[in-house]
């Protein structure tokens, strides 16, 4: 079953626009991590964040947590073509982690 | 940059015949992870290795699904008497000790007919 359910499911905008995924969750977690899949390809790690942590800015990504609402959020600045993507958010620990369904990014040049 | 492999990266079955699917992690990586993905959803866990132990498994992985991983090293996981619901991309994943970020293979895409 999945953990997190990104919303929307799809987004789809111009260049130079910024995008925003949120991430929601069930459970109590120690971190939330954020990662990329181009189609048909293996997921890559974006972002970290720690429980204990608000923001956390990564070049033109930026993270937001909100543990009391259970829910994460992505914004990326500026877009790209190349940002057209899946992003998924993902919670667990060293053992395992669960994802999200993630949310499919258009940016259209 | 060797990152993590996998073989191969696409495989065409008949249902009811078995497949095995092989990964090598980044070669510090002593934690290694199996991944199914299906069309339009995140990745589900399968099996999680310490080294050469297997110290978690889903209920999703039926008892038609094996996974090995020998020697610490590389990791394969089979997949016996195929149906066509185990058609999905197959990840792989692997991470160092205190370490959370994993780091994906390209996965392999299994169709069964």
């Known amino acids: 079953s999945q953990q997190g359910e990104e919303d929307p499911q799809a987004l789809s905008i111009q260049e130079g626009e910024n995008a925003t995924m949120n991430c929601s969750y069930k459970t109590s977690i120690n971190n939330l991590q954020w990662y990329r899949q181009n189609s048909g390809r293996g997921l890559v790690h974006l972002i970290l964040i720690r429980s204990n942590e608000r923001e956390k800015h990564s070049g033109r990504l930026r993270v937001t947590l909100d543990t009391s609402k259970k829910s994460s959020s992505l914004l990326i600045t500026a877009s790209r073509a190349a940002d057209t993507a899946s992003y998924f958010c993902?919670?667990?620990?060293?053992?395992?982690?669960?994802f999200g369904s993630g949310t499919q990014l258009t940016v259209l040049p | 940059d060797t990152g993590v492999s996998q073989d191969p990266r696409h495989k065409i079955t008949k249902r009811g015949q078995n497949v095995t699917f092989r990964c090598d992690p980044i070669s510090e990586h002593n934690r290694l992870y199996w991944y199914r993905q299906t069309l339009g959803q995140g990745p589900e866990f399968l099996t999680y290795f310490q080294n050469e132990a297997q110290l978690e498994k889903s209920r999703l992985l039926s008892d038609r699904f094996s996974a090995e991983r020998p020697k610490g090293s590389f990791s394969t996981l089979e997949i016996q008497r195929t149906e066509q619901g185990d058609s999905a991309m197959y990840l792989c994943?692997?991470?160092?000790?205190?370490?959370?970020?994993?780091?994906f293979g390209p996965g392999t895409r299994l169709l069964v007919l």
């Open positions: 994943a692997s991470s160092s000790p205190g370490q959370e970020t994993q780091y």
């Open positions: 993902a919670t667990g620990s060293a053992r395992q982690l669960t």
